[in-house]
């Protein structure tokens, strides 16, 4: 009798671990991660992060309305792992000056604008709960939130040129945030 239970303990960890396995490393992620790319004028931008989806929930708004991401909280800009971005040139972030390097990028969503800043803390992994290091950040600005010209199902980060720079977009349900980038005179 006790063969057979331990026989079953065993069957049931094994199955355990075995889809443990499976889901860390071999399903197909709800967040798949990706990159975004911008090169012009000798500017390379870089950004990796990863795409969450709607699937029928509501995203930005009131924490007691049920939104995946509150006003006034902060966001990692994607799902999973901190969204990194890397500049090839020192430029003007919203007018504001950083240096050329790599750096996390979060943003604080509001109804009117997001806070979206750039940390020099870097290699960060699931942080859902786990704020930035405040103490880190290297600029923050605040960016009026427009609306696309259709919902978004799947976050999504894009570049556009124009005269004088770039303008960074994040989109997502039916909230656009553009950052304007230009290189550093």
């Known amino acids: 009798m006790k063969k057979n239970i331990l026989k079953g303990v065993g069957i ?68 999973n792992a ?17 240096n050329a390097g790599s750096y996390r990028m979060y943003a604080v969503p509001g109804a009117e604008a997001f806070k979206i800043t750039l940390n020099s803390e870097l290699g ?21 939130v427009q609306a696309p010209p259709s919902e978004v199902e799947t976050f999504v980060i894009n570049f556009s040129s124009d005269s004088v720079g770039v303008n960074m977009d994040f989109v997502w349900d039916k909230t656009l945030i553009r950052v304007p980038v230009s290189v550093r005179q």
Request: no cysteine.
């Open 12 to 79: 049931v960890f094994v199955a355990f671990v075995a889809y443990a396995v499976y889901g860390a490393f071999f399903a197909p992620k709800k967040s798949p991660p990706t990159t975004a790319a911008f090169s012009d004028r000798g500017l390379d931008i870089n950004v990796s992060y990863s795409q969450p989806s709607k699937r029928g929930r509501v995203i930005f708004g009131e924490e007691a309305a049920g939104a995946l991401q509150p006003f006034g909280q902060y966001w990692r800009l994607g799902a």
């Open 82 to 98: 901190a969204t990194e971005i890397t500049f090839s040139k020192d430029i003007n972030f919203a007018g504001q000056p950083v």
């Open 124 to 144: 960060v992994n699931f942080t859902a709960a786990m704020d930035a290091d405040h103490a880190l950040d290297v600029v923050s600005v605040d960016i009026p």
